[in-house]
Structures are given as C-alpha cells and as structure tokens.
C-alpha cells in the first residue's frame, strides 16, 4: 500500500495528470475537494476556526473560503494560524480515505495536494512525484484558465515552491511543457521511475526489460 503525493505549481497541469492515472485505475484524492468537506462538515475545524477568526467566515453556517482568506489575511499571524488548524484536519481526511481505499483493494493512492510541503503531508508520503513546465507555458495556460494578467500570474507563481525545489526534492518529475500526448507518455514514464525507487519493480537480469518483481 502507497501514498504518493502528487504536486506542481499552478496551470502545471496536475488535474490532467490524475486524469491519465484514473484510467490506469490509480486511485486519486483531490485535496482541494477534501478542504470544501472538511469546512463544510467537520464541525471541530470549523469551531477552532470560528474562535480564531470569528463568526464572520460563516454564511449559511459554513466556512466562506473567501470570508475566511480575508479574515486570515488581515489578522496577526492569520495565514500561519489559519495553516496550523486547517492542515491537521486536512491530512487527517485525506488518510482516513486513503485508507478506505487500500482496505477497497487499491495498492496505490495518488493525492493531488498544491500544498503537500507546506501542510506536511510529504510525510505521510511513500514518494512523491512533482509536476513541473516552465514559467512562460504556465503563465500562457494561466492566462487562459483564470484570466489574470501576467504580473499578477508571476506573483501567483513566485509564492509557489519553485520547479528547481520540486526537481530537487520530488521522487519523480513529469514535465509538461508539450502536447496532451506527451504529457500521457511523461506521465507513464515518471510512474514507472517512481516505482523502480520505491522497490515494486527491478530490471530484469536478460537485458533492460523491467519487469513486475512478483514475477
């Protein structure tokens, strides 16, 4: 049973890449989607949130992500307050549901995390495969995707970690500076790698065929 978090900065194309592991029967996680469920029902986050930050962040009784940015953003502290009560409820869902799914079967989860350094989940983490493309390919997909201008994507991008660190510290890269096609094949290519460091396959003695290591 593994854990592999997935991450790259924005218009990377991590949406894409869990896409291609999907129809290879990988199981995904979306923390993103993770963090709407944990505001909206986990009622000891939102109460730890609401005695930090106020009642404000509420409408209709649930987190406001943008109440509560705001809140965050204008309070002391806020964003490292906000970071250390959110991230530990986060994680705690993401491994009750990847552990769902290994008890479903599944040997392999995929978590795609924006954030998996700076919440900590990397930790809980048997390898990590980083999504990586160069400045003026994200910026152009950005542009497209969020329609933001480009000084405002450069800043976006600058707070992100940069590509250099995620080469630097991600078990296997996927670059994605191409076509849909090639990011497919890159995609493959890196699960492959990520599979050869983590001791699930070995070459093959014949030649440089690799093949599974139950066989």
Do not use: W
């Amino acid at each position: 049973m593994y854990l592999i978090g997935l991450c790259g900065r924005s218009g990377s194309g991590k949406s894409t890449v869990c896409r291609f592991l999907k129809e290879k029967g990988v199981y995904c996680i979306d923390a993103d989607k993770v963090c709407h469920s944990v505001y909206d029902s986990n009622a000891s986050c939102v109460d730890e949130l609401c005695r930090r930050f106020g009642e404000e962040i509420l409408y209709d009784g649930k987190v406001n992500r943008v109440l509560l940015g705001k809140a965050a953003y204008s309070a002391e502290n806020g964003i490292k307050d906000l970071n250390a009560i959110a991230h530990k409820y986060i994680i705690a869902a993401i491994l009750e549901e990847a552990n769902t799914a290994f008890r479903d079967g599944y040997k392999f989860v995929v978590v795609d995390a924006p954030t998996l350094f700076e919440s900590g989940l990397h930790l809980h983490c048997n390898g990590i495969v980083g999504v990586i493309a160069n400045d003026a390919v994200t910026i152009g997909r950005l542009k497209t995707r969020d329609g933001l201008d480009e000084a405002m994507l450069k800043k976006r991008l600058d707070a992100q970690k940069s590509n250099a660190f995620l080469v630097k510290n991600c078990t296997s890269v996927i670059k994605n500076n191409g076509s849909a096609k090639e990011l497919r094949a890159n995609t493959y290519k890196a699960m492959f790698v990520l599979q050869l460091k983590l001791g699930l396959i070995k070459p093959c003695k014949e030649g440089k065929r690799y093949v599974f290591k139950a066989c």
